[in-house]
């Protein structure tokens, strides 16, 4: 598929997949409308940062944090250098003992390794091009429960910052039309790397 192609698909979204769509202020309070006590997983974690509201808001009976842990953290923090990514991030969880569970590897191939219908959310927020955010996609269809929500984070275009182009909206609004899914919540950012949650249209 073209650049061009990508951007006409990502335009097809029809109002009813818009219909109860509401804007929050920020991704904070997305959480406040996921389910308690579910399955969880986070698909990149970098520092935990995140990971650690959606255990404390969310509640998780199991909470999946997945990463290839090979990343250098935010600058400004510079928690961990890259070969001890993963250590950092299994020592700040490990008091919650069997209920987080750290996988390290490529997303989809950790998603793969669930099985069907087994997440009550999924927080995908791993690579951020084109091809990467499908491949994700593609298994979370599959691990997702029939009545499960999608969270996609950085659902914008282009990093202004980096000067990269994301797929993360083209992405996710393929796999909206091609699985019929609907989306509830829109979560600003102050520099618009926002977030969508989508769920599939409950006929
Ligand atoms: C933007 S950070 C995640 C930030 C975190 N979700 C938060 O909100 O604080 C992206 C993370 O994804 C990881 N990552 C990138 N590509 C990946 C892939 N294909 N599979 C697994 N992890 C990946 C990186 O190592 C990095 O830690």
Excluded at 89 to 102: A, L, P
Excluded at 126 to 149: F, M, Q, S, T
């Amino acid at each position: 598929m073209s650049e061009i192609e990508k951007k006409v698909y990502a335009q097809k979204l029809t109002p009813k997949m818009l219909k109860k769509s509401k804007l929050l202020t920020n991704r904070h309070q997305i959480l406040e409308h996921l389910p308690k006590n579910g399955v969880g997983i986070e698909i990149g974690v970098l520092g935990g940062d995140w990971s650690c509201h959606l255990l404390q808001i969310t509640v998780p009976s199991e909470l999946i944090l997945a990463d290839t842990f090979n990343s250098n953290d935010y600058a400004h923090k510079n928690r961990f250098v890259k070969k001890t990514h993963e250590f950092y991030i299994k020592t700040k969880f490990e008091t919650h003992g069997d209920k987080v569970k750290v996988m390290k590897g490529l997303s989809w191939d950790t998603l793969a390794t669930f099985p069907d219908h087994y997440f009550d959310w999924m927080y995908i927020d791993a690579a951020h091009d084109y091809e990467c955010v499908k491949k994700d996609l593609k298994e979370a269809i599959r691990v997702l429960k029939p009545d499960g929500y999608i969270i996609m984070n950085d659902y914008i275009m282009y990093d202004h910052f980096t000067k990269e182009e994301y797929g993360v909206v083209q992405a996710t609004n393929e796999f909206m039309v091609e699985h019929n899914f609907e989306m509830l919540f829109f979560a600003l950012h102050p520099e618009m790397f926002c977030d969508v949650v989508i769920k599939k249209i409950q006929e």
